[in-house]
T-cell receptor, first 113, second 113 residues
């Protein structure tokens, strides 16, 4: 049981480039979310999904897109990378009724130069 | 806006002592609370949760107390060990709401041998 798997673990992008951060969970969790973690800011919600085909914006959605075509996968797309998007990104999932909170992946450290 | 805050950014204790980490939240509609532990380079790891219909919950060496009157919760770690050294986050969720898990900024716990 792998839990929440994020790839890649590290990425360096040039300003203006696009990329997709991958997230997959094998726990059949309905809810999935993307967070970014910046020093002194805690974790902030980017986008979330309550089921396949359903997504919504979180606190800091600008510059990011998501889709949820399957229960297992929830990719995060950076449309045109900016230095302000340098951060650590975490994907998380949970059951419909919260049990043990959210399960987090190990993160993707992204640097935009 | 909605916020979750921790009272102290750092806490240093001696091995074997009890640790108490405090957290305040602003949204009285929050009904599910989680404490996470984050070690360097890793994603947040679930420690313990509590629902708003409870005021205390115990786990292995950890206890969470919830005071809804003053919107405060605390994490108590008994007999703190060097392996407990990490950053601890509290988070609050309003079920059926925006799915926004609001995180505090974290308290870094250092356990001295």
């Amino acid at each position: 049981n792998a839990g929440v798997t994020q790839t890649p673990k590290f990425q360096v992008l040039k300003t203006g480039q696009s990329m997709t951060l991958q997230c997959a969970q094998d726990m059949n969790h309905e809810y999935m979310s993307w967070y970014r973690q910046d020093p002194g800011m805690g974790l902030r919600l980017i986008h979330y999904s309550v089921g396949a085909g359903i997504t919504d914006q979180g606190e800091v959605p600008n510059g990011y897109n998501v889709s949820r075509s399957t229960t297992e996968d929830f990719p995060l797309r950076l449309l045109s990378a900016a230095p302000s998007q340098t951060s650590v990104y975490f994907c998380a999932s949970r059951t419909r009724t919260p049990l043990y909170g959210y399960t987090f992946g190990s993160g993707t450290r992204l640097t935009v130069v | 806006g909605e916020s979750v805050g921790l009272h102290l950014p750092t806490l240093s204790v001696q091995e074997g002592d009890n640790s108490i980490i405090n957290c305040a939240y602003s949204n009285s509609a929050s009904d599910y609370f989680i404490w996470y532990k984050q070690e360097s380079g890793k994603g947040p790891q679930f420690i313990i949760d509590i629902r708003s219909n409870m005021d205390k919950r115990q786990g292995q060496r950890v206890t969470v107390l919830l005071n809804k009157t003053v919107k405060h919760l605390s994490l108590q770690i008994a007999a703190t060990q060097p392996g407990d050294s990490a950053v601890y986050f509290c988070a609050a969720l309003t079920q059926g709401g925006s799915e926004k898990l609001v995180f505090g900024k974290g308290t870094k716990l250092t356990v001295n041998p």
